[in-house]
């Protein structure tokens, strides 16, 4: 059975930083490329940033510069170093493992940021 667990969520002052981690059983994360993405409450699901298989990233605008996504497929975790979080960069956070058709989430976890 495959699982992904989002940790490391929770309440920050505006200016402040998060580390997300996602660590994933039941797959091999150097087969999939890796997402990260946010949902803010009457928001659509936005993508924030990915790594690819050969490591390659892409971040959404609105992060770059502050957002740090890396990968760890010994250990089958993806990192999110999020750095001078402001008040809308608060939402439920996803990681995602994609391959083909193969596409796993985990549950999320909770970022608010204080302003």
């Known amino acids: 059975q495959v699982r992904l667990v989002e940790s490391g969520g929770g309440l920050v002052q505006f200016g402040g930083s998060l580390r997300l981690s996602c660590v994933g059983s039941?797959?091999?994360?150097?087969?999939?490329?890796l997402y990260w993405y946010r949902q803010a409450p009457g928001k659509q699901r936005e993508l924030v940033a990915n790594?690819?298989?050969?490591?390659?990233?892409n971040y959404a605008d609105s992060v770059k510069g502050r957002f740090a996504i890396s990968r760890d497929n010994d250990k089958n975790t993806v990192t999110l170093e999020m750095n001078n979080l402001k008040p809308e960069d608060t939402a439920v956070y996803y990681c995602?493992?994609?391959?083909?058709?193969?596409?796993?989430w985990g549950q999320g976890t909770q970022v608010t940021v204080s302003s």
């Open positions: 039941g797959l091999s994360f150097g087969a999939y490329h």
């Open positions: 790594i690819l298989r050969n490591g390659a990233t």
């Open positions: 995602n493992a994609a391959a083909n058709i193969r596409d796993y």
